[in-house]
């Protein structure tokens, strides 16, 4: 039983020592997450900065609407100017 137990220590002792990871293992994780932290914020960077455009487009998108709107009431009311003046020259 002694062996046994004895044995057990020593096969846990090996594997702590072997599964631990080495100071280069984490050296290199540490460097691998500030690469991709770096990565993250200019991603998120560039998102921020692809709203903000898509925002301003969307403004000039509805401001120029609001101009060819106002343009065909004001060509419809030339119009509708126009054939009065026509009829009107017709009566007579």
Do not use: H, P
Request: glycine fraction near 2%; hydrophobic fraction near 50%.
């Amino acid at each position: 039983m002694k062996k046994v137990i004895k044995l057990a220590m020593i096969v846990l002792a090996f594997s702590l020592v072997t599964a631990c990871a080495t100071n280069s293992d984490v050296e290199n994780l540490q460097t691998q997450l500030n690469g991709l932290d770096g990565s993250v914020k200019q991603a998120s960077a560039d998102a921020a900065n692809a709203q903000a455009t898509a925002a301003d487009a969307a403004a000039k998108s509805a401001a120029a609407e609001a101009a060819a709107n106002q343009a065909a009431q004001y060509s419809q009311d030339a119009n509708a100017k126009l054939n009065k003046k026509f009829r009107k020259s017709m009566m007579k």
